[in-house]
């Protein structure tokens, strides 16, 4: 009777440990529409930070281009609201300062992203249409615009970008 006893108390003890061991996260294969309607607003306060902010469109659409979705490019409708001071990443006179970020913009407008840079801020920049890249729409004000687009139902992403100051294998 005593070993019964003890086997009843330390029984669910070792299940519940043993739960907690092999405990671990679940991977959620969320049911996506095929139809992508996203603007994407960049007002950044460093023009080099557009890179980074390149990686959050990337991170929008490989998912979606990849399996299990498997989408076409030509299903997604995507915007880039430019505005900030990433506005000179754009301007031909600088591409070879900018190459890779230019590059990379034309690697998606490929793909049909759109590139649209605020009028407004093009001129407090002293910049014309004819200062940018062939691929760059011209919009009267990136706030308008904005508005616009989620009024048309656009979801709006805005890129956050941060100065790390830590690699991850420091703050793992």
Known sequence: MRINTLAVLVLPLFLLCSNLVQAEATYEQTPYREEQKVVFDFY???PAKAA???YWLRAYMNPLLDDPYGFAPE???IKVIIHGTEIVTVARKNYE???DIVERMKYYEALGV???VCALAADDY????SDFQDFILMAPSAIT???HWQQEGYALIRPVVY???QSIEEIR
Do not use: H, N, P, V
């Open 44 to 46: 950044l306060d460093e």
């Open 52 to 54: 980074t902010a390149l």
């Open 75 to 77: 299903f997604m409708d």
């Open 97 to 99: 300062k900018y190459r």
């Open 114 to 116: 759109e590139f649209r």
């Open 126 to 129: 002293g910049y014309t249409a």
């Open 145 to 147: 615009e904005l508005g």
């Open 163 to 165: 100065t790390k100051t």
